[in-house]
């Protein structure tokens, strides 16, 4: 079985910032795009940023600038460092990776860590 475990969230000032992380687990053979998603209430899940095996990434514009995905391959853990939160950062953040075991390749989701942003 393979896990995605997701934490760092919580509530913060606008202005503020948050650092997730997502580790994952199970059994493992390689682990492909890792990626973050967010969906706010009544809207519909949105990517984020992602991240490659080899480093490369992407980002919505509206988090250009302000946020920073990376991983840790040793560590089987992806991190994404928010910066300049706004109120409507707010969402829920899920954790996504596409991860081969020995049955395949499959995209996995974590279950989520809340973001709050307000004063």
């Known amino acids: 079985q393979v896990q995605l475990v997701e934490s760092g969230g919580g509530l913060v000032q606008p202005g503020g910032s948050l650092r997730l992380s997502c580790a994952a687990s199970?059994?493992?053979?390689?682990?492909?795009?890792m990626g973050w998603y967010r969906q706010a209430p009544g809207k519909e899940r949105e990517l984020v940023a992602t991240?490659?095996?080899?480093?490369?990434?992407n980002y919505a514009d509206s988090v250009k600038g302000r946020f920073t995905i990376s991983r840790d391959g040793a560590k089987k853990t992806v991190y994404l460092q928010m910066n300049s939160l706004k109120s409507e950062d707010t969402a829920v953040y899920y954790c996504n990776a596409n991860i081969w075991t020995w049955s395949g390749s499959k995209d996995y989701w974590g279950q989520g860590t809340q973001v709050t942003v307000s004063s």
């Open positions: 199970g059994s493992i053979v390689i682990i492909s795009v």
């Open positions: 991240i490659g095996s080899g480093g490369s990434t």
